[in-house]
């Protein structure tokens, strides 16, 4: 035991992501952005990540009751914050998020503190497709390139010749039309 008085607080990490009504302007949608942290930051939560309300078209139509009318959005400002706070903390946060007539939906997770934003991945393409000989690119290499069949019993091979490679790669394209003005 300990003999000073000290409350351990255990706060995790949530992410909050939020719509805001359309019929705001963006430097609305920014301040009631900035509303939300600060009262994120009042009840002792800290912030980890956040990315800026910006004008989103809805994957579907959502609809909420303003002043006891359904009201239809299509579109609206989409942001979230990665913050850490403690559990309890959290319900008062969305009490004052239900009652607000400017925020359409919202959604309030558990998560880690490490970046989770996911990133296309570049692609990759073989050597052996970019290996060149001394008359431009091969037939086999060409077909490496352009190939797109992943069916094992194909009943027709697409015919791919170097005038179609000039479209996938124009250096290639290049190099077979210097070689062939100097013959």
Same mark, same amino acid.
């Given at each position: #035991?300990?003999? =000073? =008085?000290?409350?351990?607080?255990?706060? %995790?990490?949530?992410?909050?992501?939020?719509?805001?009504?359309?019929? @705001?302007? $963006?430097?609305?949608? @920014?301040?009631?952005?900035?509303?939300?942290?600060?009262?994120?930051?009042?009840?002792?939560?800290?912030?980890?990540? $956040? $990315?800026?309300?910006? #004008? %989103?078209?809805?994957?579907?139509e959502m609809i909420k009751v303003q002043n006891n009318i359904n009201v239809r959005f299509n579109e609206g400002y989409f942001g979230w914050i990665k913050f850490e706070l403690s559990g309890d903390k959290v319900k008062e946060l969305e009490k004052g998020l239900k009652v607000d007539e400017e925020v359409v939906r919202y959604l309030v997770v558990k998560t880690v503190a490490e970046n989770t934003v996911y990133t296309k991945r570049a692609p990759v393409i073989k050597a052996e497709a970019l290996a060149l000989n001394e008359d431009g690119p091969t037939d086999e290499a060409v077909a490496a390139l352009v190939n797109i069949d992943t069916t094992k019993d194909a009943d027709i091979a697409p015919a791919v010749t170097s005038e179609a490679v000039a479209e996938v790669t124009p250096e290639i394209a290049v190099e077979t039309v210097a070689s062939e003005e100097t013959k």
């Open positions: #035991m300990t003999d =000073n =008085n000290e409350t351990i607080v255990d706060n %995790r990490v949530y992410e909050i992501s939020f719509i805001f009504d359309n019929k @705001l302007d $963006e430097g609305a949608a @920014l301040k009631k952005a900035d509303t939300l942290k600060q009262s994120i930051a009042t009840l002792g939560g800290s912030f980890i990540s $956040e $990315e800026a309300p910006y #004008m %989103r078209e809805l994957a579907y």
